[in-house]
């Protein structure tokens, strides 16, 4: 599986998820949903410093080996 996803997500302010979407697809289902369940599996985050939620973009490359 290849491609490039961009994932965008809400950092809740506790540090939970509140939100986590493909902003960007790379054109395939399953790399689309592998860097999801990432975001996803890499949370809870610490609390935010500012009190509130925080939106984060990120890429994710994935290469097939």
């Known amino acids: 599986t290849e491609g490039q996803v961009i994932v ?3 950092i809740a ?3 939970g998820l509140a939100r986590v979407v493909v902003a960007q697809s790379s ?5 689309d ?3 999801l369940d990432a975001a996803r599996r890499a949370a809870p ?5 500012t009190g509130r ?12 080996q």
């Open 27 to 31: 054109g395939n289902p399953t790399a």
């Open 13 to 15: 302010a506790n540090g």
């Open 8 to 10: 965008g997500l809400e």
């Open 45 to 49: 985050f610490d609390p935010t410093p």
């Open 33 to 35: 949903a592998i860097a």
């Open 53 to 64: 939620s925080l939106p984060v973009r990120f890429a994710v490359r994935l290469v097939s």
